[in-house]
């Protein structure tokens, strides 16, 4: 325990900063020379002799001089490594701005790279479900043949104002389609008449075209055009021009607003 | 031999012993001087407190500045690996923002 003191005392004393050490042996220093001035000059005037305390004072003051010149040694060499180690700290500082330097390209690179890889990950990931879902050239060079006979993107070169086609499925077509035709399939049987619609719009599809006496006596008539069937085909309106007078026709009568807006 | 009489001049230039003689010598004689040299005295005492005071790099005892030197050459040997490890790296062009 005692050796752990003394240690720790040393510690502790070796740990004394310099300056504290010089100012307290100054403070010694002026202590010891008032001491002995005093004494000197009190013995002169006094003329009483002195048992030997000057010259105790006088030894300590040599001991502390001497003390004081080799703190002032030590002070200036002190100095000198201060000023190395305001050199050291002025490098480390520079170190430290290049490699902060340094860390925030890397930053930046990091941040073009994973960018990339995203967006080129996004990429092989359309290229991917583009190839799952791959159509053929053919077909898609059909369909498009097919959108733009039933002149649905660009009127006919002949269209003139007063023509009742459009580029979009009219009341009359409608009616005439499909599913016009299934609800109206049991009334039709009962009175034998489709609506005058169907019959002047004059496209039926092929699977109504047999069932009822009346559509075939109209085909036999040559009423009903030549179905379009046929994918790449329209119709010339010459053709059809018997089923335009039976438009116009009905157009009064029903409330297409196709005819309406000619 | 010359470093040598520059160290003992400069060990004097911080002792206070030559002065004290200078005061009792003055005293002996019964000099007029003595309180010249008694101010001498405590003028030198005052410019050491003052040249103390402005001395730098004394806030802490010789081994505790030697081991922070010793800490402070470490960290430029390891900054400057570092810094080296990082430019022998693959480095990339960045282009500048436009």
Known sequence: MRKRGETVMAAAAA?????????????????????????????????????????????????????????MQTAVEQGKVHQEMQ??????????????QLQKQLKEAEHILATAV??????????????KGSISSEEIIKYAHRISASNAVCAPLNWVPGDPRRPYPT?????????????????????????????AAGRLPDILTPQYPWQSADVSM??????HGNDFGLE???????????????????SSSSSDSD | MASAVAVVEEAEDYSFLPIIHDVIKCMDKDSPDVHQELNKLKTKIQEAREQI??????????????????????????????????????????????
Not at chain 1, 89 to 97: L, T, Y
Not at chain 1, 222 to 227: N, S, V
């Open chain 1, 15 to 71: 740990e004394k900063p310099t300056k504290e050490k010089l100012l307290s042996t100054l403070d010694d220093i002026e202590v010891l020379s008032r001491e002995l001035i005093e004494m000197l000059a009190l013995s002169r005037t006094q003329k009483l002799p002195q048992p030997g305390e000057d010259t105790d004072i006088l030894e300590l003051l040599v001991q502390r001089d001497k003390e004081f010149q080799e703190l």
């Open chain 1, 87 to 100: 050199a050291l700290e002025k490098e480390v500082e520079k170190r430290d701005s290049d490699i902060q």
């Open chain 1, 118 to 131: 995203y967006q080129a990950k996004e990429k092989l990931k359309s290229i991917e479900k583009a190839r």
């Open chain 1, 171 to 199: 009341d009359l077509e409608m009616r005439s389609g499909i599913l016009g035709n299934m609800s109206n399939m049991s009334t039709n049987g009962v009175n034998g008449h489709l609506p005058g619609d169907a019959l």
């Open chain 1, 222 to 227: 040559g009423i009903l055009p030549p179905h």
């Open chain 1, 236 to 254: 010339p309106p010459g053709h059809n021009k018997e089923n335009e007078d039976d438009v116009e026709a009905m157009s009064t009568d029903s």
């Open chain 2, 53 to 98: 005071a402005a001395m730098p790099g004394i806030d802490m005892s010789p081994a505790l500045q030697e081991s922070r030197l010793r800490t402070l050459r470490e960290q430029v040997q390891t900054k400057n690996q570092l810094l080296q490890k990082y430019k022998s790296l693959c480095m990339f062009d960045i282009p500048k923002p436009s």
